[in-house]
Structure formats: structure tokens, C-alpha cells
């Protein structure tokens, strides 16, 4: 069983940084491909970041790249998004979520987070 908790999201000034971090209680962390995905009010959930399992491969939504960083440290269950240059448009509540098997990919995630927001302000 998987069950998610995100923490680390707060309020930051156009520029700033956050990490955010989504702890796994469950006993299978290391064999799940792990993404974050956001959704700002009035918009559609929009993929953020993937991890594979082993950590060895990693993909991005456009609109975060080079700004945007996520890791994984399987002995402590923890996926990490970490945010650099925040702008007001990555204004957002954002979840992790866990999906079975390889890749990197944007969909097919079963398990989810609650969410935590991120408010960035002008």
C-alpha cells in the first residue's frame, strides 16, 4: 500500500526557492516510478516531474525545466521537488503521486498525495 504526504510548500517571493518532499509510508517506495504534477485554480492538472525508481532517469514538464529539480532517496521513502527561480505562474497546489513500473511517464499514476500549496508572489 502507498500512501503519500507531501510537506514544504508556503508562500515565496517571485525568485525564491522551496523544496517540497512526499514521504511514503508504505513499504514499497523503491519499486514505484514517482512524479509530481500541479494544478492552479481554474486550470487542468499539469505534469510537473518524473522519477523512475532507481533515480536514473528523470523527466520534465516544459514550463519547469531548468528551474525545477526532482530526486528520490529510496531509504528514506522520500521524493524531492526541488523549485529555483519561482515565478508567480508556479502558483499552484502540488501532488505527488506513485505509479507501478518503469519509465518516466506522464500518466497512469494510482496513488496520490493531499497536496501542498505553493504560492508565489509578484
Known amino acids: 500500500q502507498v500512501q503519500l504526504e507531501e510537506s514544504g510548500g508556503g508562500l515565496v517571493q517571485t525568485g525564491g526557492s522551496l523544496r517540497l518532499a512526499c514521504a511514503d509510508s508504505?513499504?514499497?517506495?523503491?519499486?514505484?516510478?514517482m512524479g509530481w504534477f500541479r494544478q492552479a485554480p481554474g486550470k487542468a492538472r499539469e505534469f510537473v516531474a518524473a522519477?523512475?525508481?532507481?533515480?536514473?532517469?528523470?523527466r520534465y514538464g516544459d514550463s519547469v525545466k531548468g528551474r525545477f529539480t526532482i530526486s528520490r532517496d529510496n531509504a528514506k521513502s522520500t521524493v524531492y521537488l526541488q523549485m529555483v527561480s519561482l515565478k508567480p505562474e508556479d502558483t499552484a497546489i502540488y501532488y505527488c503521486?506513485?505509479?507501478?513500473?518503469?519509465?518516466?511517464?506522464?500518466?497512469?499514476?494510482?496513488?496520490w498525495g493531499q497536496g501542498t500549496q505553493v504560492t508565489v508572489s509578484s
Open positions: 503521486a506513485a505509479r507501478a513500473g518503469g519509465g518516466v511517464g506522464t500518466m497512469g499514476y494510482d496513488y
Open positions: 522519477i523512475s525508481w532507481t533515480g536514473s532517469s528523470t
Open positions: 508504505g513499504r514499497t517506495f523503491s519499486s514505484y516510478t
